[in-house]
């Protein structure tokens, strides 16, 4: 995520206040934040053992910068304000879970790199 994108910067890219790529899980995806940041999205790599490794955290960060001064007319250097990465689940038939695991049991798993919308949604549900 970059840092807030002054109004000069907004206007080189277009000065629209939201637009936005594919938002679908695994495929690269780069958005306007209400705060004028730009969020970047571009990498994924498979772990066995399902943690993050740090050399694939720095890889991805660097993917992150590095498609970001390919694709935009702002000068190089443009820092990004954070970097993160973690472990997401998938599901072979792409669909997510949500209902009883066990009696007394229940879940809301696999959100297949959509978390910031299914995750919120699920969790108030299962919550209720």
């Known amino acids: ?5 002054t109004a000069e910067e907004q206007n080189r890219l277009g000065g629209k206040e939201t637009w936005g790529h594919s ?3 695994l495929r690269p995806h780069v958005a306007p934040h209400p705060d004028q940041r730009l969020l ?3 990498s994924f790599s498979f772990n066995a053992d399902g943690r993050a490794h740090r050399r694939y955290l720095d890889h991805a960060g660097r993917q992150h910068r590095e498609s970001f001064e390919r694709r935009f007319p702002i000068p ?3 820092p990004f304000d954070y970097t993160w990465g973690g472990s997401m689940c998938l599901s072979r038939n792409h669909m997510s879970h949500f209902g ?3 009696p007394k049991a229940h879940g809301a ?3 297949n790199g959509l978390g910031t ?5 699920t969790d ?3 919550a209720n």
């Open 124 to 126: 108030t549900l299962l």
């Open 1 to 5: 995520m970059t840092r807030p994108l």
């Open 23 to 25: 938002r679908r899980s």
């Open 109 to 111: 798993l696999c959100c």
């Open 40 to 42: 970047v999205r571009n």
């Open 117 to 121: 919308t299914w995750a919120p949604v």
């Open 76 to 78: 190089t250097g443009s």
């Open 100 to 102: 009883s695991l066990a």
